[in-house]
Every structure is written in structure tokens, then in C-alpha cells.
């Protein structure tokens, strides 16, 4: 079981940055891969960004592309998800997701992970 708690969330300008962590506990956190998604108001939740378990591969979604990083911590069970050039569509609750499959290529399935935090709300100015 792992359990996963996000925190860095706030209100920010448009433009402006953001740096999220997700916490894991339990000891087959590097064994996992990560991922980020968000959920805007009345939509769907939706895949932003993911990294595999040493943290040598990753994908993100188109709209966050060149603005997003994923990255993480293996020593610290942390992953991040830096947003630089924050936009009012991005705003959303934001979750961080682990997938305990153990070496498969990293998802953008919502439905392929299964530990999911609470979520941080990111809410962006224009």
C-alpha cells in the first residue's frame, strides 16, 4: 500500500509559477512509476505528465509540453511537477498517481494507476 499526499498548490498570476510535491510513503515507492494529472471544474480528470520509476523517462500531455517538469526523488519518495508559465486553463485540482506495475513504460491512463493523493488546488489568474 502506498499512500500518496500532495502539497504546493495555491493561487498564482497568470504567467507565474508553481512547484508541486507529491509524498509517498512505503518502501516500493521507486519501484513505481508517477504521474500528475488535474481535474478542472466540471471536466473530466485529465494525464499532465508522468516519469518512470528512476526517473529516466517521461511524457507529457501536449498542453503542458515545454512549460511542465516532472521529476523525482527516490531517496526522498518525492516526485515534482515544476509549472512555469502558469495559464488560467490551467487551472485545476491537481493528484498525484502511482502505478505499482513494475517496469512497464509509463501511462497516460487514468485507469492504469492505483494510488492516487488527494490533490492540490492550482488556480491561476489572468
Known amino acids: 500500500q502506498v499512500q500518496l499526499v500532495e502539497s504546493g498548490g495555491g493561487l498564482v498570476q497568470s504567467g507565474g509559477s508553481l512547484r508541486l510535491s507529491c509524498a509517498a510513503s512505503g518502501r516500493t515507492f521507486s519501484s513505481y512509476a508517477m504521474g500528475w494529472f488535474r481535474q478542472g471544474p466540471g471536466k473530466e480528470r485529465e494525464f499532465v505528465a508522468t516519469?518512470?520509476?528512476?526517473?529516466?523517462?517521461?511524457v507529457y500531455a501536449d498542453s503542458v509540453k515545454g512549460r511542465f517538469t516532472i521529476s523525482r526523488d527516490n531517496a526522498k519518495n518525492t516526485v515534482y511537477l515544476q509549472m512555469n508559465s502558469l495559464k488560467p486553463e490551467d487551472t485545476a485540482v491537481y493528484y498525484c498517481?502511482?502505478?505499482?506495475?513494475?517496469?512497464?513504460?509509463?501511462?497516460?491512463?487514468?485507469?492504469?494507476?492505483?494510488?492516487w493523493g488527494q490533490g492540490t488546488q492550482v488556480t491561476v489568474s489572468s
Open positions: 516519469i518512470n520509476w528512476r526517473g529516466s523517462s517521461t
Open positions: 498517481a502511482a502505478d505499482r506495475r513494475v517496469g512497464v513504460v509509463p501511462t497516460t491512463q487514468v485507469s492504469e494507476y492505483d494510488y
